[in-house]
T-cell receptor
């Protein structure tokens, strides 16, 4: 158990819809990262937050947004969903900025029909 | 910009045989290198890391990796694999406070 909790574990929705994925980091970790993993694109870094502030942005689409709240949990919002957004979305947390040691949740599997 | 290349997308190997998973990175002044493992239906977890010091790094589950600066490589090895090692393995390098990931190598254990 990494200590990182993601909900929901599975989500099935239709094209055009909007979903919110939630992540609770390990106790005390200030950094949260979001990743997308799909068969064709592999593991893609989306965005990082540190103590409520956006720290780095990766290949995140404009239809996607995220935030980290004062209690350090984070949410990833995906809107105007397309079939190609079907993927595993991972959240990871880190206690030491830039250490490279990330603790991953078990992921949220999104299926867009 | 840093990049990481995992040369094999899949590596099939017989149970109890040795295995090497290859990873090369683009050169830099100093590098911090990592191997992560993703077991089926799970998130990634850290297998081992190289920050400095000895070039031979030991990790969990009997894995080890060797940092080779001249060849810009960080290959992962295990002398004898088990069916439980079936997983995808990711090499990563730290660059500007971010991790740059390889494409992953699926380790397939044949009975």
């Amino acid at each position: 158990d990494s200590g990182v909790t993601q909900t929901p574990k599975h989500l099935i929705t239709a094209t055009g819809q909007r979903v919110t994925l939630r992540c609770s980091p390990r106790s005390g970790d200030l950094s949260v990262y979001w990743y997308q993993q799909s068969l064709d694109q592999g593991l893609q870094f989306l965005i990082q937050y540190y103590n409520g502030e956006e720290r780095a942005k990766g290949n995140i689409l404009e239809r996607f947004s995220a935030q980290q709240f004062p209690d350090l949990h984070s949410e990833l919002n995906l809107s105007s969903l397309e079939l190609g957004d079907s993927a595993l979305y991972f959240c990871a947390s880190s206690g030491q900025v830039g250490s490279g040691e990330l603790f991953f949740g078990e992921g949220s599997r999104l299926t867009v029909l | 910009a840093q990049s990481v290349t995992q040369l094999d997308s899949q590596v099939p190997v017989f149970e109890e045989a040795p295995v090497e998973l290859r990873c090369n990175y683009s050169s830099s002044v100093s590098v911090y290198l990592f191997w992560y493992v993703q077991y089926p239906n799970q998130g990634l977890q850290l297998l081992l890391k190289y920050l400095s010091g000895s070039t031979l790094v030991k990790g969990i589950n009997g894995f080890e990796a060797e940092f080779n600066k001249s060849q810009t490589s960080f290959h992962l090895r295990k002398p004898s694999v088990h069916i439980s090692d079936t997983a995808e393995y990711f090499c990563a390098v730290k660059s500007n406070y971010q991790l740059i990931w390889g494409a992953g190598t699926k380790l397939i254990i044949k009975p």
